[in-house]
């Protein structure tokens, strides 16, 4: 089992400009979150899957977020038409909730700068 | 809704040293209580939890009890490493969907 793992690592974009991020759970993992932390700040939930069902969205994602978990297995975070303000840690963690294993396992994250 | 307050600003203190973080949080329901930990470079880990009132969790010399009367989960240490200097989130899971919703987090410096 190699992890959560998280792709790319760092992302440097212009303003305006649309990015994705991916994250690879660790398999059989059912369960899929993503979560934003901004300097100084602790993580904050912006939404999770199960399976390939999107299942709760956070008031923080606004229209120019969009996540897809088409497989059940990986899942993409695209936003659209950047802003500074997007400029944070964007982590990922993964969970099997078929058991009564609570602990969700993060990835290393991806940290996006916006010029 | 559900939220963590973990007491303010970074912690020094020398090798050897008893190290408290102070967790306090507001919840509905029963939710389950996390300590994760990120040191420098690398991505969140858990350090420990518990489930339920009066749970202890334990790893690495650190414990932390799950106290619903005062609710509380303070994290203690008896005798800090430099190879603890990290920094550290109280965090805990909506009984649900189990999003987890995080304090903060303390910064501890561990000096020689």
């Known amino acids: 089992d190699t992890g959560v793992s998280q792709d790319p690592r760092h992302k440097i974009t212009k303003r305006g400009q649309n990015v994705t991020f991916r994250c690879d759970p660790i398999?059989?993992?059912?369960?899929l979150y993503w979560y934003r932390q901004t300097l100084g700040q602790g993580p904050e939930f912006l939404t999770y899957?199960?399976?390939?069902?999107?299942?709760?969205k956070s008031r923080l994602l606004s229209d120019r977020f969009s996540a897809e978990r088409p497989k059940g297995s990986f899942s993409t975070l695209e936003i659209q038409r950047t802003e500074q303000g997007d400029s944070a840690m964007y982590l990922c963690?993964?969970?099997?909730?078929?058991?009564?294993?609570?602990?969700?396992?993060f990835g290393p994250g991806t940290r996006l700068l916006v010029l | 809704g559900n939220s963590v307050t973990q007491m303010e600003g970074p912690v020094t203190l020398s090798e050897e040293a008893f190290l408290t973080i102070n967790c306090t949080y507001t919840?509905?329901?029963?939710?389950?209580l996390f300590w994760y930990v990120q040191y420098p470079g690398e991505g969140l880990q858990l350090l420990l939890k518990?489930?339920?009132?009066?749970d202890k969790g334990s790893n690495k010399g650190f414990e932390a009890t799950y106290r619903k009367e005062t609710t509380s989960f303070h994290l203690e240490k008896g005798s800090v490493q430099v190879s603890d200097s990290a920094v550290y989130f109280c965090?805990?899971?909506?009984?649900?969907?189990?999003?987890?919703?995080f304090g903060k987090g303390n910064q501890v410096v561990v000096i020689p």
């Open positions: 963690a993964s969970r099997d909730n078929r058991g009564r294993e609570e602990t969700q396992y």
């Open positions: 398999s059989e993992h059912n369960r």
């Open positions: 899957f199960q399976n390939e069902a999107q299942l709760e």
């Open positions: 919840a509905t329901g029963y939710p389950s």
């Open positions: 518990a489930t339920k009132a009066d």
């Open positions: 965090a805990l899971s909506d009984s649900g969907n189990n999003r987890l919703a």
